[in-house]
């Protein structure tokens, strides 16, 4: 991993800073620091790979995402809009409930991962929570292709208000 001498610079000074907040910390700043005063390249992304992570998600990835969580939002809504027996028969071709992203998935743990930092940290989308306990948006299964088959569908509605028809087109693929 290259570094500039500027960017080792401010690493340095930010690790200072650390010791000097976290004093009961400060020798695991402190040997983190002197690889950076130091130089020592090797092991610049150990360090780094500590608190920042290498794996990024593009603004284009984001917004899949986002997009995945509008179409549930308005699959959810519009369900709560349907009369009771319209819901009774929508919920006989599947769930509504929004199942989140395959943990064990290269991508999608980084889509679960961002999902989770999107409801919960900033507090967006609520109503896709099902346990409020535990919101963890694992689906235990790969989801992001059946996603995307309901994405091409729901964005060709033009509409967020779903017809009980137009529910049970989408839920009948996830």
């Known amino acids: 991993m290259e570094i500039n001498q500027v960017q080792r610079y401010m690493i340095v000074n930010q690790l200072k800073i650390l010791e000097k907040l976290y004093p009961e910390e400060k020798e695991y700043y402190q040997v983190d620091r002197k690889a950076f005063e130091e130089g020592y390249q090797l092991h610049y992304k150990e ?19 986002i997009d995945i969580l509008n179409m549930y939002r308005s699959i959810t809504f519009s369900h709560m809009k349907l009369d009771e027996d319209d819901r009774k028969e929508v919920n006989e071709h599947g769930s509504i409930k929004f199942k989140g992203f395959d943990g064990n998935d ?10 989770r930092y999107f409801i919960v ?3 967006r989308f609520q109503e896709l929570i099902e346990d409020k306990k535990y919101p963890d948006f694992n689906s235990h299964w790969p989801m992001i ?7 091409s569908i729901y964005k060709g509605y033009d509409t967020t208000i779903l017809t009980k028809e137009m529910i049970i087109n ?3 693929r996830s």
């Not at 360090?47 to 995402?65: A, F």
């Open 106 to 115: 290269e991508y999608e743990v980084k889509c679960l991962l961002y999902t």
């Open 170 to 172: 989408l839920i009948g």
């Open 121 to 123: 940290d900033l507090d």
């Open 145 to 151: 292709e059946r996603y995307r088959e309901m994405l």
């Open 47 to 65: 360090i780094l790979n500590q608190t920042v992570s290498e794996d990024e998600l593009t603004p284009e990835q984001c917004r899949e995402v």
